[in-house]
């Protein structure tokens, strides 16, 4: 059974920073790549940062030069590292990840979503 669970959410103020972690536990073959992606009340849910198994990043344009993301492959964990946070920040954040679990074939798995809360 693969779990991917994050961790790191909470209140901040705006101009604060969070870490995010995201960690896939279970039965894991092949783990491609892993990203963030977000959704605030009455919004769809969308893309804030990617990374592939070779470190290639992908940021939605309003998180560049502001967030962060990498991975520690063996821990099978990506990380997102938010600075210079803003009240449009605001949103529940999951963690995603295309892999393979042993006996099944590739396909995308989420988190439960963290919130993370940027107000004064």
């Known amino acids: 059974q693969v779990q991917l669970v994050e961790s790191g959410g909470g209140l901040v103020q705006p101009g604060g920073s969070l870490r995010l972690s995201c960690a896939a536990s279970g039965s894991i073959s092949r783990l491609n790549a892993m990203g963030w992606y977000r959704q605030a009340p009455g919004k769809e849910r969308e893309l804030v940062a990617t990374?592939?198994?070779?470190?290639?990043?992908n940021y939605a344009d309003s998180v560049k030069g502001r967030f962060t993301i990498s991975r520690d492959t063996p821990k099978n964990t990506v990380y997102l590292r938010m600075t210079s946070l803003k009240p449009e920040d605001t949103a529940v954040y999951y963690c995603n990840a295309d892999l393979e679990a042993w006996g099944t074939s590739l396909r995308d798995y989420w988190g439960q979503g963290t919130q993370v809360t940027v107000s004064s």
């Open positions: 990374i592939t198994s070779g470190g290639s990043t």
